[in-house]
């Protein structure tokens, strides 16, 4: 009929025949509301100046605009979207083409004395999932591959012909890069590097958006520690009860976390950083497109020679690695930061995008099959020819780069002291 809808299993010769199509996108467009239920409060992400991202959008079906407020930005979702994939990959579930830095067990001083304070073990392993630029990023750069400058091995020098005639590597090396985008601006060729726009956009909105107050009675001091009694703190973190309130240095206890949070007297968002107490929305809105448009500009040569199966085959992949990273990370539910719990009002379903026109065809896939689904999509590119390494690349952080994240993180536990 007219105007309706169909439901089809999403399956390899569906993503295949979507791929090889004219077809423009999958989308998922879902309704979320607070953890807490209608009327609770979400704390949005604030940004430069502790304000939070608000603007009017048109929204359907309301004569005039609404007012929204960002929940979470389309870098974030990405993020989301990686970390599900990372923890697919460390339970077993997925194998993926990762290249790894272990920082782990490393001196770069040479020093066994300073052996003890040691802290760049704590970071441990960081992976192309973790990454910010992904295959791009200077944490590679400044890492080693076998001893040498992985830009300058040959795996890493791969990077500086990649193109989006010439995918090949990082589907091979970094396949996420080419669904989430990359731009190698720290290699070579500096901001003339290659860039691949993200194929996979999403982000959550909160519509009908009401900023709450300041906060009020966060904390109260069970040994009814008063602010009237001035401190003195000390380099070492301790301090000393000041003889009075002009005691050179006094202050409140607060400052040595002690007594109640003081409540913040002024209303300007400006100036009273952290102190907003969230939003209620009507509710909350994810919008999450896969564009299969921006996929097929990617070309896949083996060997120096391209052929349409084999840009189709890894376009596949591409899809239902995008799909598999979305459904992972989202179908129950999402939890975005402390007190941003946002709850579907359904279930995740897909709409392809396919002739302008008529009613898109709806898909519906779980976790599991999103998984299976990209394992088939693997197998079958690897049989036509592409490559695909299923074993980390693990890469060893430079001597400069270790000394540079242990001092760092030494100057860091210097700042909180002294704070």
Known sequence: MPGTTTRTNLTLD?????VSSSAAAFRCRRRLQAGGGLGDKVFPPTFAGALYAEESRRVPGRDEPVH???LDSVQSQANRMESALQDAVDSGKLKLPILVVDFSEHDPTGDEKADKDRLTDAVGKVTSLQLPHRMADAILRDSLLDGKEFRK????????HVSQLNATALFELCPTALVFGMWDSTGPKGGLGPKF?????????????????LLRGVRRDPLEIRSAVKVVPKKDGSYVVADDAKTKGATEPSKVNHSSVPFPKTRDRKTDENNWSGVTVEYAEQITTLSLIALRRLRFPVNGITRPELD???????????????????????????RCLLWPEGEMEWELLDRPGAPPRQFSITGDEAVELLKQAVAAARSAGLPWEET???LKPSPELLKLVRLSQLEATKEEAGE
């Open 312 to 338: 189709v085959a890894a376009r596949t992949v591409l899809t239902a690695l995008g799909l598999c990273a979305a459904t992972l990370a989202f179908e129950s539910g999402v939890g975005l930061r402390s």
């Open 392 to 394: 980390p690349l693990v």
């Open 68 to 70: 929204c407020v960002l």
């Open 153 to 160: 091995s040959t795996r890493g020098k791969a990077l500086n």
């Open 14 to 18: 569906v993503l295949r025949t979507a």
């Open 197 to 213: 726009e993200r194929s996979m956009v999403s982000e959550i909105v909160g519509i009908g958006a009401e900023v709450g107050g």
